[in-house]
């Protein structure tokens, strides 16, 4: 069996629904008015509605060794389908994300069917993406500088001889 993200088209919507599922509800909701004030967007209907539920995370031992179930987290789900426009099938979204955020949930998946229209990409990219992907690098950047603040460097002196 091939790997799915071998593909670049499945990598570039794998990198860019990892971003909408990780950025925070209030900035994905103002990114998302922005995208609403520069244009119409199309119509859509939920062909899943928002619901939660439990998603069990496993884990590795020290990271490469034998998995365990670490815990369940709260996972929202949601698929909408845009309406045919101009010529434009209609185009399905779908969007997994942490918590209990149905309006996220909801909002990712529209974002992610208008990422996969040629007419919308570039435009979804500019206005959405690629500031939240910032937002999550520097926010990044922060918690690394953070931490490298209480890091320790031990030393042996050595003794002279005995």
Partial sequence: MQNETANPANAARAAWLRVLALTQSDALDAAYARLQEAAALPGYRLLR??????????????????????GEMSVTRCAVVLDETQGEA???????????????????????????????????????VAPLAQALTDHAARQAATAAQT????????????
């Fill in 151 to 162: 890091r320790v460097e031990f030393f042996t002196m050595a003794r002279g001889e005995d």
């Fill in 90 to 128: 209609a185009t399905a979204g779908v969007s997994y994300v942490q918590g209990r955020g149905q309006r996220h949930a909801e909002q990712a998946a529209v974002l992610d069917a208008l990422l996969q229209r040629p007419a919308w990409h570039q435009r979804v990219q500019d206005v959405v």
């Fill in 49 to 70: 509605e928002p619901e939660s539920g439990m998603a069990m995370v496993r884990a590795r031992a020290g990271g490469t060794g034998a998995q365990f179930n670490l």
